[in-house]
């Protein structure tokens, strides 16, 4: 069920395919977009999300490559930037810089579930390759 603040409730099966596709990746997209990442605003108190972190890199990204790398594709630069931390949604975030040989097997670990649970969730696609 979609609950609205002002109209009618929808329920979800009432939906078309299409619609309900859409719905589910906004609410990923949505719930990666609160993910608080190990790094701050310039302010230094403010975590930074994975949207900011996410726009930041994507204009920052095409950017660079439009002058340094004009040869590559902008918009598979874009599309690669937009969605590079997504599998956060479900794994979180965590920082890298410093990180041990086991931890960063963890989080090559509970990314790749992430990963398989994005993967089902959104496109109904089983993913069973290990890290």
């Not at 009618?8 to 619609?19: F, H």
């Not at 996410?54 to 920052?60: A, D, I, P, R, S």
């Not at 598979?76 to 920082?95: F, M, R, T």
Request: with cysteine.
């Amino acid at each position: 069920m979609i609950k609205a603040e002002h109209g009618p409730v929808v329920m979800r099966e009432a939906m078309p395919p299409l619609t309900q596709l859409l719905m589910d990746a906004a609410a990923l997209t949505l719930r990666f977009a609160r993910v608080p990442r190990a790094t701050r605003h310039e302010d230094g108190l403010r975590a930074e999300t994975d949207s900011d972190h996410t726009v930041m890199l994507t204009v920052l990204a095409c950017a660079y490559a439009a002058q340094h790398a004009p040869h590559l594709n902008l918009g598979k630069i874009a599309q690669y930037a937009a969605v590079h931390d997504l599998v956060e949604a479900y794994a979180g975030d965590v920082l890298s810089l410093g990180m041990s040989a086991d931890t960063r097997h963890l989080k090559e670990i509970r990314e790749h579930e992430a990963l398989k649970r994005t993967c089902a969730a959104q496109w109904g696609l089983a993913l069973t390759e290990a890290p």
